[in-house]
C-alpha cells in the first residue's frame, strides 16, 4: 500500500458540482440562470473604480456592502455576513452547524450545493420528498430526527422554480425544534412576483434559529461571486469566527454596494424576467411539453420521457441554444431547465421545441 494524505471520511463519496454547460463560440448561454440584462451600469462603473486600488486589502468585514445591504433591505448591517458566493455562506453555516452524527434536511429536488457542504462537514442529508416538484413541509418535518441540526430550504427552488409562500415557511419553522437552524436560501427572490411570497425577513428578526441567504449573481454580478446572508446576533458572531478575513475582494464589495442602491435596474430586472418567462410558459405548455410554474429567472420543462428531453437538449444545442439537463444532477431525467434570456433566444426556444413537439 503507497502511504499518502487521505481525505475525511466521505469525503470521496460527494459528488461534485457540475455546472451549466456554455457551449460553442457564439452559443447563447441558457444554462446557468445568469442575469438576462447583464449587470447595473453603476455596478459596473464601481468595479471599473476599484481598479485603481487593486493594492489595497478590503475592508475585512465588507462594510460598505452591508451598509448598502441594510440601507435597501431595511436590516441591521451588524446582522449581515457577505461571502465569496452565497455557496460561501452555505459551506459557513454547515461548517458551523453540522458534524459527525448530525443530520441536515432537504427537499428532494431541493439545490445540489446542500449535499455537498453537509457531507463536506460530516453529516448525513436526508431527502424530504416533494409534491408537484414542491418542497412539502409536511414531509420535511416528518424528516427531522432527533440528530437534525439544519433544514435547507431554496425558496425559490432551483431547479424547479416552485415556491412555498410565506404562511407554508412559517408553518415549516413553527414544526421545527429551536436547537435546528432554518436556512431560507432565496438566490432567485428578486425575481418573484407571487403576491404570497416573502423572504422572510420579518421571521428572521422574530426567531433565533432562522437566517436568509441571498446572492448577487442571479442579478448581474455572477462574475465577482458575492453572496449575504441575515441571521440572528448569535448566528452572525459563530460565522465571523470561522469566515476568511477578505472572502469578499475589494472590487466585488463595491459594484455590490452599486448594485443594491440601483433598485431601478433590479426592477427592470424583474419586469423583463416575468414576461418573457410568463411568454415561454404559455408557448411551450402543451399536451408533449408541460412547463412547471416558476418564480425565478428559468423554467423547468417536463418532457414525456428522458429520451424526449435528451432530444430537446440536443435539436437547441444544434441551433447554438445551450440550456441544462438536470437528469444527473438532479434526478429529473425527462426535463431540461431554461434561463430566461434575451428575446430571440426565447423566441428561438419556443419555435424549436414546438416544431420537435409537432413531429413526435
Same mark, same amino acid.
Do not use: F, K, S
Given at each position: 500500500m503507497v502511504l499518502r494524505p487521505t481525505p475525511q471520511p466521505g469525503i470521496l463519496h460527494i459528488a461534485?458540482?457540475?455546472p451549466g454547460k456554455s457551449g460553442a463560440t457564439g452559443a447563447i448561454k441558457l444554462s446557468s440562470n445568469e442575469s438576462p440584462l447583464g449587470a447595473s451600469p453603476k455596478a459596473i462603473e464601481a468595479y471599473r473604480a476599484a481598479a485603481e486600488h487593486l493594492e489595497i486589502y478590503p475592508e475585512g468585514s465588507s462594510r460598505i456592502l452591508r451598509e448598502a445591504l441594510g440601507e435597501v433591505h431595511g436590516v441591521d448591517p451588524e446582522r449581515i455576513v457577505c461571502g465569496n458566493g452565497s455557496d460561501d455562506i452555505l459551506h459557513l453555516l454547515a461548517q458551523t452547524y453540522l458534524g459527525d452524527g448530525d443530520d441536515a434536511v432537504m427537499s428532494r429536488y431541493g439545490f445540489s450545493i446542500y449535499p455537498i457542504v453537509?457531507?463536506?462537514a460530516g453529516a448525513r442529508i436526508l431527502m424530504a420528498e416533494e409534491t408537484d416538484y414542491t418542497a412539502d413541509?409536511?414531509?420535511i418535518l416528518a424528516s427531522v430526527t432527533e440528530r437534525t441540526k439544519i433544514i435547507w430550504l431554496a425558496n425559490p427552488n432551483n431547479p424547479t422554480g416552485t415556491y412555498l409562500s #410565506?404562511?407554508?415557511?412559517?408553518?415549516?419553522?413553527?414544526?421545527?425544534?429551536?436547537d435546528i437552524l432554518l436556512v #431560507?436560501?432565496?438566490?432567485?427572490?428578486?425575481?418573484?412576483?407571487?403576491?404570497?411570497?416573502s423572504v422572510g425577513l420579518d421571521l428572521v428578526a422574530e426567531a433565533e434559529n432562522v437566517v436568509m441567504v441571498r446572492t448577487f449573481s442571479k442579478m448581474g454580478l455572477a462574475a465577482v461571486r458575492i453572496g449575504w446572508m441575515v441571521g440572528p446576533e448569535h448566528v452572525?458572531?459563530?460565522l465571523n469566527r470561522i469566515r476568511g478575513p477578505f472572502n469578499v475582494n475589494l472590487p466585488a464589495q463595491l459594484a455590490g454596494a452599486a448594485a443594491t442602491r440601483d433598485v431601478a435596474f433590479t426592477e427592470k430586472l424583474k419586469t423583463?424576467?416575468?414576461?418573457?418567462r410568463d411568454?415561454?410558459?404559455a408557448e411551450l405548455n402543451s399536451n408533449y411539453m408541460q412547463v412547471m410554474p416558476s418564480q425565478a429567472n428559468f423554467v423547468m420543462v417536463l418532457f414525456p420521457d428522458a429520451h424526449h428531453a435528451s432530444a430537446a437538449f440536443a435539436a437547441l444545442l444544434e441551433r447554438g441554444l445551450v440550456v441544462r439537463e438536470i437528469g444527473n444532477s438532479y434526478g429529473i431525467a425527462n426535463a431540461l431547465r431554461i434561463s430566461i434570456g434575451p428575446e430571440q433566444a426565447m423566441r428561438g426556444v419556443g419555435g424549436i421545441l414546438n416544431a420537435l413537439a409537432e413531429i413526435s
Open positions: 461534485p458540482y457540475v453537509t457531507q463536506a413541509v409536511d414531509a #410565506i404562511a407554508e415557511v412559517r408553518r415549516l419553522h413553527a414544526g421545527l425544534r429551536p #431560507i436560501d432565496c438566490a432567485y427572490a428578486e425575481y418573484a412576483t407571487a403576491d404570497d411570497y452572525v458572531d459563530a423583463y424576467n416575468a414576461q418573457w411568454w415561454l410558459t
